[in-house]
C-alpha cells in the first residue's frame, strides 16, 4: 500500500479500531498532559488497548546490600501508578528481561491495581532448552511472577520462521499445549514477536489459518519501514511496511517494537531535528517517532521501554489528544529515514540479549557510544589529518574528545579491543547484527585515532 492509498482509508479504519479514553483519571492537568489517551480495540478480544504500551525490558536498576545489580522497584511502582493513572493498560515483559527481574518487578507493581485495569503481555522465551517440559515450567512460572491465573497477552518469543520455529513450539508440542491453554481461558491472545526475513514471515502467516494468531508483534519504525532490507551490518530482515501490509490484509493486530529504533531516534542530528521542528516546534524527536507508529490504524499498541519518569511524560503528551501525521510529514519523515540510512550506525537496539559477554565486553555501551557520535558529526577521521596548523589543532582537539568520551563511557576492560570472535553473541542477537565484525571495526577506529599524530 502506497502513503497516499494509505492516508485515504486510515481515517476509516482509526475510527473502527480506536476509542477515547481520560488521560489523567483525577482531571489534574498541571503535569502538562491534558489531552485524552488514545485506544484501540483487539477485534479477536474486544480488548480497548491504550496506543501506548509499556516494554518493561528497562526498568531502572540499582546495587543491593551485596552488589548484586536489582530492580528499583520503588521506581518501577512510581512510574507504573502514573502510567495507570493516564491510561496507559498494556505491560510487556519476559523471562529474560533484566537477566529474569522483569515480570516479578512488574507483578509486584500491578499487583497493586485491579486486575481488570491492565492487561498483561510477557512470552515463551524458550531459546536454550525447547523441551516441552522448561516451556511448560516456564509458561507457568510466569503466571507465579505476576500472580495471576490468566495472561492476556502471551507471546512465542523471537521468531524468524523455519527450523526454530519446528524445534521450539512444533516438534516438542508445546504450541499445542499452549493452543490449549488458550482454549482454557488462562491464554486470553497467543501471537509470536518477528526477527528474520520476508520468507519466514510468509511461512508465519501461513500458519494462521491452523493456529489463529490474535496479534503479531513486529519491529517498526520509520527507517525500518522501507529501509531494513538494504542495511549492511546485519541479516537482511523484511521491511516493516511489507510486515504490516501482510497483518493488515488478514485483519492481525500489530504490537510495535522498536519505535525509536534503540533509541537513536530520539536523539537526532541537529540538521535532521531543525527540519521537524520547523514543522512542529518544541516536539520531541521521539515524538515523531511515536506518531508514525500511532498513524498507522491496524497498530494496538507502541511499546515504549520508558526508564524514567520525563520519558512517560513526554509519550504520554504523544498519544493523549494523539494527531496522526498527514501526508506532508510522512514525506518527511521518509526523506529523514533516506537521510538516516546512510549513516554508518549499528543496528543495536539495546536489547542486552547479547549480554553478558564471557570476555566481559559491554557490547550495547559500545555501539551506544559510536551512534551517538557518528549521529552528532563527532567523529574525526584520520585519513583527513590537516596539514594547516589551525585545522590540525581542531583535529586534535576532536580526536582527544572522542577517545576521553569512549574511556569515560566503557571502561578500558570492556572495551571492544578485547573480542576474541568467539561468535556466541551472534546466536543471541534478535537483529541478525554481525557482532564480532562491528567491534573489530570501531576498534579499529580507535586504534587509527590514537595512532594518529
Known sequence: MDRREFLKTAGLGAAALSLAGCADKSGNAQDGITGEMEYRINPNSDDKVSLLGYGCM?????????????????????????????????????????????????????????????????????????????????????????????????????????????????????????????????????????????????????????????????????????????????????????????????????????????????????AVMDRLSAQEAGKSAASWAFRFCGTYPRILTVLSGMTYMEHLEDNLQTYCGFKSLTEKELSILDDVAKQLATYKTVDCTACQYCMPCPYGINIPGIFAHYNKCVNEGIMPDPKDDPADSEDRKAFKKARREYLLSYDRAIPTIRQADHCIGCGKCLEKCPQGIKIPQQLQRIDSYVNRLKKSR
Open 58 to 270: 528497562r526498568w531502572q536498576m540499582i546495587k543491593d546490600a551485596d552488589g548484586n545489580d536489582i530492580v528499583d522497584q520503588d521506581s518501577v511502582n512510581e512510574l507504573v501508578d502514573y502510567a495507570l493513572e493516564h491510561g496507559v493498560n498494556y505491560f510487556d515483559s519476559a523471562p529474560v528481561y533484566l537477566r529474569g527481574q522483569s515480570e516479578r518487578a512488574t507483578g509486584i507493581a500491578l499487583k497493586r491495581h485491579p486486575r481488570d485495569s491492565y492487561f498483561i503481555a510477557t512470552k515463551a522465551s524458550n531459546f536454550s532448552d525447547a523441551s516441552l517440559e522448561t516451556g511448560i515450567a516456564m509458561y507457568k512460572a510466569s503466571l507465579r511472577n505476576f500472580e495471576t491465573d490468566y495472561l492476556d497477552y502471551y507471546l512465542l518469543h523471537s521468531l524468524s520462521g523455519g527450523e526454530a520455529f519446528k524445534k521450539r513450539f512444533l516438534d516438542n508440542g508445546l504450541l499445542d499445549y499452549l493452543l490449549e491453554e488458550r482454549k482454557a481461558g488462562r491464554i486470553r491472545n497467543l501471537g509470536f514477536s518477528f526477527h528474520g526475513e520476508r520468507e519466514g514471515f510468509d511461512e508465519m502467516m501461513a500458519y494462521h489459518d491452523q493456529y489463529h494468531w490474535d496479534f503479531v508483534q513486529i519491529q517498526m519504525n520509520y527507517v525500518d519501514w522501507d529501509y531494513m532490507e538494504t542495511k549492511g551490518n546485519r541479516r537482511k530482515e523484511a521491511n516493516a511496511s511489507y510486515l504490516y501490509d501482510e497483518l493488515d490484509k488478514r485483519g492481525i493486530p500489530g504490537v510495535i517494537m522498536e519505535p525509536l529504533l534503540g533509541g537513536r531516534l530520539a536523539n537526532l542530528p541537529d
